[in-house]
Each structure stands twice: as structure tokens, then as C-alpha cells.
């Protein structure tokens, strides 16, 4: 459809009156035929005598194509527009046809839009370097409180990711169920593994689960943490969101970079070849393997950070650790107490001994003595100590376990006078009373009832920070509990001891190293994907690509093919003449290069591809001529099909048609006989570079003619007027040079040509020169064509040269072609006949250029 449309007046016609006034139904009839798969609005207006409108209908509407259509049409013919001129024939009818854009239409270029707007992308880009590392801040600068923040900001990345999929997924075509979409969907999902009830569910390392499961099989249990630290790796997959948003930032800024130097291809055609930009384009091969190389990439990466963790042992698995067995130990001395088989102070000296050991005071700053060990050493220390179990009756247990005051301060003052190779440390003069205290600080934590005492309770200046009364004042992730193991399930459900260690110097620091693992990754797949797509780029991709633009300026301007092969030959020479100019050190080092690297000189199947197209459209080029330009512009348009179409209609251009002739070339073929090639090619060598310096075309040879024309289709008169000059002073210069050239007077002297042309053994040429039109095309069959001009004016061209014979003289030009040059030179052509010849409706005027060739 078109931006108007005439009505089917046949149709219309059998209903209308005499002046083709029809009736609203039959116009609304007649537009169901045409339009039955189309969805528009339709204006019926009428107009007056003068031509104004005076009545317009309402505005109705057809189902159909959501194609946006906007026109009018007119009955009988006559084209009328609302918004065209004002004035119509009396009683003509109009019908403004206007479509909007469908529903679905405007939702896709909306969501297109959207997907694709800067900032958009750029608040993308926030979100997801928040969410890569918002997880790690929280737990390395934060605690428990400020997590009800992070799960809303979370909460909120989920929306606008699931929002981005979502939105792309509908403007973007190649997006929906692609490679991309489904990793963005998995990083949205692991998005919520950062919300707390989600972490502390699947991370809790047994802390907040059943806790007579995790005492059955503590294997099992830390496998299972094992199991989630990998599966925390899968944050890493939001890496794709932030190496995506810039590899498409890259992408956009190469193609902004390409459109700039396409709009200054024009100043680079005046630089020297070998400082040339290379224009080129990203070829769909090239899209195809950075994209399956991109994926790859990312693949193989997430694998190795996924499967690596599997496939390694925790150091925990070598050895029982010293808070499993103080635990043991502590129950043990409780036990023997309890049956008067140990003193109270030996216990208390016991549970003393596991805090000290563990001292989370000592674990914060430096170890007491210099060179000795301390619990400085580990990640984590004891902070709560009590008696946990399923009955009520674990308060009696408590009471029991209370340590006295007087063999707190005994052990401390010992610990203060310690100086082994490991040391315990002291505790604050503020916890001092609370290690005495009677456990009755009341917890319920992964379903069982507590009471302990917790050394973190108040908070302490330099020392505590954050108070905290029971394990659930942390977060899951940052406590780690200990619980003596040689008992019974019964009696583990009845009551047992309960040690909770502080995690957080270690969850910080992993936190740290996930931080820099992010950036790693990061820098990893960047790296990664260059390098793997740099050699395929380097070898192949960039040739193809080049060779692709060589392709694309043959097929819009086959001749170009020509100046690219001078430009490649120039580069090739300059490169040898810099190879020559290296001085002696180079010279050895590449003499000695030569003799160790025997296949230095073979040049790779691209470089020889890329030579090879530049040759063959040097060919077609030089086969074709002018004339054949169109046909190998045509032919290679279609890139879609082998097929080749070299029979396409011809083309009426206006043109300057001259023909040159050598003369007595019957002669010169007897006498030279195999030499004639040569000779022919000799002539042919001036001719044609004469005419191309002066903007002309060497159309064909046959034999001792030369078909030269000077295109003037599309140009000014100013510029028709310069082509005619030039046309002139070409033929002028081709005379000029024949009889100046070295090479063609050597066959002034050969003895055969003397023989036969006595004082005549000149090379010589004559020329008719016309301006007209002629009709460019193919001529022949699918076995073999000729491009070439045809039309009566070009017969006149050569019958205008064939009369220099009949006026002696070697140069002829007609009225039409000295009349468009300027003044000056047309009084260098002198008139010497007014003749009438076949092709030519009006007598033509015949110009001869004196020249005088003898004392050349």
C-alpha cells in the first residue's frame, strides 16, 4: 500500500449516479473489498463547487492487519486528501483511509524501547553489581538487624529482574528462550538464596535444624553446608548479566565508532593505501562464533567454579576438632561428678578450660605472650555455654553447672600467668561475672529449650559492640555449635551440654575472598572470551569481513574493483621497499629467520582469498567495462541465490559517444601477423589511459576501433559542459601522445609497413566524436554476453569517424557536442560541413580540430 489509493471505480460504478455521487454504504462496500485484511478509520468527505468540503461522515472501522497504512482515495479517479490541497471538483467524494498501530504492535516497540534505553540499562547494570555483591557487604559490615534492609532491596532486585526478562523477552526477537534468557532467569532465581529465610533454611550448617538428625550423623551434616557453600557459588551466574550489558555496550559504542568512519570514508580515499582505515563492518559469522564463544565461555567457567568445590575434602573431614572434644570431655568430668567420682572443682576447672581454650576475647587482638599460640589462631571461639534438651527438666541440669565465682578468678589468674607454647588468655574484668552467673538466660533455638549464659550479653567498649543473649540474635550463617557426643539419643533428648562458636571473623573473611572472587571471575570470563575469540578473530573472522567489504564495494560500484587492486599493489610495493631500506642488523636477522623457518614466504588461504576476489573483480571490471556495471551490481545483489541473471533490460543513459579507428590496419595486420596483438595493445595501452584521466569509459575493441563513451546522465549543465571539453581534448591528447610515443615509432622503420605505406608509415588514428543518448546493456545468451551502447546515436559517432576519410583530416565532432563547450574552445574547432546522417532527424554541423602531428 502506498500513501494513496485509487477506489475500484468498476465496482463502485453499477450504484453511482451519472456524476459518480455514491451513496455511504456503497463506499463503505467497495473499501470491504480492498481492505477486508486491514484495520483502519474511514473519513468520507464531499465537496462543493469550489471545492471546499462541506460534509464529512462519521468515522468507521474494519478488522484487519495491524500494518500501519495511511492514504485517501477518491471516486472516479480523482486522488483527495484531507490534508493535501483545499480544493476538489463539485460533488467529488473522498475517502481518508488512516490505520493506527495494533495493541500488540505498540507494546513490542515499547517494550523495544524500553529494554534498549540507556538508563534503563545503566540501572541494570547498579542492580546487578549490588547484586553480586550486596550479599558479601551484609554479612562483612553488618549485622542481624540490618538484614530486614537487605531482604527488601533483594525483594526488589527480584522484581526488576524478573521485570527485565520479561520486558526483553517481548522487544527483543532473538531474546525469548535463548542462551541469555535462560541464565538471567537462573540469576534471578538464585537472587532469592540472598533473602534470609532462604539462607538460614538451606545454609544453617545444622544449627537451626533437628538437631538430634545433624548429632546422628554430623558428616551428613557438614556435607550438607558443604552442599550449600557450592550452591552459593551459583551468585556468580549474575556475572553473565553484568559481561552481557557490557559486551553490548561495546557493541554499540563499535558500531557508533563505524557509522563515524563511514561518514569520513570520503577523506580516506585521498590518504595513501597503507594509511587507510579499514572499514568494516561485524559480519554475521563474526556475531555467531563471539556469541557461541561467549557462551561457551561462560559455561565452562560456571562448570569449574561449580564442580571444582565437589571434588576437593574439607579440612575438617582430617581430623576431630578441639571444640567436639572438650565437649566430650566437659560431660564426661559432669558425669563423674554427679556420681561422686570427680570433685565439683575438677568440672568447673573442665568447662573453664574449653572457654579459655576457645577464648573469644584472645580471638579479637593479639596473643598474650609473643611467639606463642592463642585462639587468635581459628576463625572462631565459645560465646555461649549452656544446657539444652527437649523436657522441661533441664533446669536442675543448669543449676548444677553453675561454675563458683572463687574458681573463676583462680583459673583466670592462672591463665594471666601462663606461659606455654599455647596460652589462653584473659577475660575481661566484665565477663568475670557472668562465667559465675546461674544459667538462666532462656533461649528456644532449632526446637529445643536453653539456658546458659551468653559472654557477649552486655556490651563491652573496644570488646563487644554488639550484644547478643541467645544464638538467634546471629544470624544462622554466623554461629557454628558444639554438643558432646558420647551419649545416647535418649540422653542427648533428655539434656546435654551446647557450645555455640561466633563465625563471623570466618564468614568475613569468606566474605572478603567472594568479593574478590566476583572481580576475579569477572576479569576471567572478559579474558577468557577475548582470548578465545582473538586467534579465530585475528585469522579468520577479520579477514572474512575484509573481504566481505571489498564484496560489498564491487557489487555497489563494480569499477572500484580496479582502484582496489592499484591500491594493493601500491601497499605491496611500499612494504618491499620498506623491507629494503632495514639496515644491516635486520638484514641478518632476517637472513637467519629465512634459514631456520623453511615456510616463512607462504601466505595464508585468507590472504590468498582476499587477493583473489580483488583480482576477480579487477576482472569483471575490466571484462565488463562501464556498460557492464550494472549487470555485475544486479547479479550480485541477490545473495541469496547462485543464480545469475546476466540478460537484464537494458538502460537509456545520455551520453558523449566517440569512436577511434587505426588506420590502415588491414596493412598492419598482413605485414606484423602474430605482432599484431602487441601493436593493437600498444595503441589500446594510450587510448584507454588517456580516456580514463579524462573521465571516459573504453567501451570495447574490435580490432582497429575503440567504442569510448563519457557518461552525462544525472549531471548539470556545468558539468555536461566540462564532460565535452573533456571529450575533446582527450582525443586531442590521444593524437598527441600516439604520435609522441617512443614505442609506436619504432614501426615507423619496419621494412614491411614502408613497403606497403611508403611516406605514410605513421601510426595514425581518427576520430568522430557525438553526444546523445544510448541504450547500456547486456547483449548475447547464458553462453556468452557483451555490455555495450546501442542506438542511433552511436551510429552517427561512427559515422562521423568514418568521414574524417572523405574530409582528410584525422578529427571530427558534431554541433551538439562542440556547442556545449565553452567559448574558448569551441573557436579551436573549425565548421567545415553541415550534413544530414542516417539516425539524425536535423542536419548535423561537422567540426574538424586542426592538428598537425608531423613534427611529433
Known sequence: AGSSLEAPSRACRPCCGAHGSCTLRVIISCLRLVFVTMRQSV???????????????????????????????????????????????????????????????????????????????????????????????RLLLTDKPADS????????????????????????????????????????????????IVSDAMFGDGSGGNETDNTRSSKTARAGARVGRVVRVLRLVRIVKLFKAVQFGAQDKRKTKLAEEGSMEAAWEDEEPDQQHVHTRESLVGRKLSARTTQRTIVIVLIMLIVLPLLSTESFMRTPTSAEYGADDVLTVFNQWQAGNATQKAYEETLLKFIYYHNWFVGGSECPREGAGCSNWFYSQVWWVGIAGETDGISSYASAAQIRQETVNSFNQMAAEQNDLYNYGVMPWQVLPILSSPWATECTFGGMKHLGISLLESSIIDKVDYAVKCPNDFRVLEIEKFTPRLLTFDEYTHWHFIFYFD????????????????????????????????????????????????????????????????????????????????????????????????????????????????????????????????????????????????????????????????????????????????????????VHGIVDQFHGAVNKNNGDTFLVIWRTAGMSDEQVTKMAEMSIVAFARIVAAVHASVVLAGYRHHPGLQQRLRDCCRVNLSFGLHCGWAIEGAVGSEFKIDASYFSPHVNIAFAVEGATKTYGVRYLATGPVVNRCVTRLQMCCRLIDRVVITGSQAPLDMFVVDLDPANL
Open 43 to 137: 473519513k468520507v468527505s464531499e465537496y462543493n463547487s469550489s471545492g471546499e468540503t462541506v460534509q464529512q461522515t462519521q468515522t468507521l472501522s474494519f478488522p484487519g492487519s495491524p500494518h500501519a497504512f495511511t492514504g485517501s482515495v477518491e471516486l472516479e479517479g480523482t486522488l483527495g486528501s484531507t490534508l493535501g490541497s483545499t480544493r476538489r471538483p463539485s460533488g467529488a467524494q473522498a475517502v481518508t483511509i488512516t490505520q493506527k498501530p495494533s495493541l500488540k504492535s505498540r507494546i513490542i516497540e515499547t517494550a523495544r524501547v524500553v529494554a534498549e534505553n540507556k538508563f534503563f540499562v545503566s540501572f541494570g547494570i547498579l542492580l546487578t553489581i549490588w547484586a553480586l555483591s550486596g550479599d558479601d557487604f
Open 503 to 686: 563465625l563471623r571473623p570466618y564468614i568475613r573473611e569468606e566474605s572478603t575472598f567472594n568479593l574478590i572472587k566476583t572481580v576475579f571471575v569477572c576479569i576471567v570470563l572478559c579474558v577468557a572470551s577475548l582470548f578465545f575469540s582473538s586467534d579465530a578473530n585475528a585469522l579468520v573472522l577479520q579477514p572474512v569481513e575484509h573481504m566481505i567489504t571489498k564484496v560489498e564495494k564491487i557489487r555497489d560500484n563494480p569499477l572500484a574493483a580496479m582502484k582496489m587492486a592499484d591500491d594493493e599493489f601500491k601497499r605491496e610495493e611500499i612494504t618491499k621497499m620498506k623491507k629494503g631500506q632495514k639496515g644491516t642488523r635486520n638484514r641478518l636477522l632476517d637472513a637467519y629467520g629465512s634459514c631456520c623457518k623453511h615456510n616463512h614466504t607462504e601466505l595464508m588461504e585468507t590472504v590468498i582469498l582476499e587477493k583473489t576476489i580483488i583480482k576477480l573483480g579487477s576482472l569483471l571490471a575490466l571484462g565488463f567495462g562501464e556498460a557492464g556495471a550494472n549487470i555485475v551490481s544486479h547479479n550480485m545483489q541477490g545473495s541469496n541465490s547462485a543464480n545469475v541473471d546476466a540478460m537484464i533490460e537494458g538502460s537509456r543513459v545520455e551520453c558523449i559517444v566517440g569512436n577511434a579507428r587505426i588506420r590502415d590496419f588491414s596493412i598492419a595486420t598482413e605485414v606484423l601477423q602474430g605482432k599484431v596483438m602487441t601493436f593493437v595493445n600498444q595503441v589500446a595501452e594510450i
Open 149 to 196: 534492609v537487605f531482604d527488601a532491596l533483594v525483594v526488589f532486585c527480584i522484581v526488576f529482574f524478573g521485570s527485565e526478562v520479561v520486558i526483553a523477552s517481548i522487544g527483543k526477537e532473538d531474546y525469548f528462550m535463548g542462551f541469555f534468557f535462560f541464565l538471567d532467569v537462573i540469576s534471578t532465581v538464585t537472587l532469592f538464596l540472598d533473602l534470609t
